[in-house]
């Protein structure tokens, strides 16, 4: 399974990452490079005033559909994603599958007003710490990577450096692990990992089971107005979208488009 494949790669790359830049050195580049960690969950959390909030991403290729933008410049797609009206930008950083870089966060960083998402595949603290020294306001967990207790242990670390935790989940057991890992914001991924395949039903599903309190985000197969509307009456916050904006020429109006109709 792909998934697998991911998570393998990931945890060698991850050996070769802390021999070269151990924890200390990302340690010391934090302290030298401090900057104010966003409050995700005001930026996320859905009102009545604003009820459609935008993580917008950044996001090259993915193992499925190849490379999605061939003009690809991190820094004027965040860019044109605040001028659009987006409340985050998701920046993908998986280098093997995704074409990402820890790189590309750190130039946004400089760039964006806006909190910013580490996307990757998060097995270790260590990967946490990265997104700190890199500029991250939180990072995405995936709950079908790691097991509760896992989940659970990242979640603090994260907390801990004053990060905050997308989890996101795809079925049941998801939603069990993120909320014993107590959870703020879950995401709910409408593509399965391993056979990427679409469920656009799973948000209604899935919700019932979250406590009233979380802020929940609807993640894949979002790409027009009404289907904003329509999760938003469920509970959906917030929305990551990544492939349906990549392709898009104006990536402003991309945005506006979506939020408003």
Do not use: W
């Not at 790359?13 to 104010?36: H, M, N, V, W």
């Amino acid at each position: 399974m792909i998934l697998d494949k991911i998570l393998e790669k990931t945890r060698e790359d991850l050996e070769a990452r802390k021999t070269k830049c151990p924890a200390q050195t990302l340690r010391e580049k934090i302290s030298r490079g401090a900057y104010a960690v966003k409050d995700v969950r005001v930026a996320l959390k859905s009102t009545s005033a604003r009820p459609y909030r935008i993580i917008a991403e950044v996001k090259k290729a993915s193992p499925s559909k190849g490379v999605i933008r061939e003009k690809f410049d991190p820094i004027s797609i965040a860019a044109d994603y605040d001028l659009g009206g987006a409340d985050a930008v998701s920046v993908l950083t998986e280098p093997h599958f995704f074409q990402g870089d820890l790189n590309y966060l750190a130039q946004i960083r400089k760039n964006s007003s806006l909190p910013l998402l580490r996307k990757d595949f998060i097995v270790d603290e260590y990967q946490v710490l990265e997104a700190l020294a890199y500029g991250a306001d939180f990072v995405l967990l995936i709950a079908k990577a790691l097991s509760a207790d896992e989940l659970k242990r990242l979640l603090g670390y994260a907390n801990g450096l004053g990060l905050e935790a997308l989890v996101e989940t795809h079925d049941e057991e998801d939603v069990e692990k993120a909320i014993f890992a107590k959870a703020n914001i879950i995401g709910v991924n409408h593509r399965n990992l391993e056979t990427f395949s679409m469920d656009m039903s799973l948000c209604e599903r899935l919700i019932a089971l979250m406590p009233k309190d979380k802020i929940v985000v609807a993640e894949s197969g979002i790409y027009e107005h009404s289907q904003l509307i329509e999760l938003s009456k469920i509970g959906v916050d917030a929305f990551l979208v990544g492939e349906y904006f990549m392709r898009q020429e104006n990536l402003q109006a991309a945005v506006k488009r979506l939020k408003e109709g």
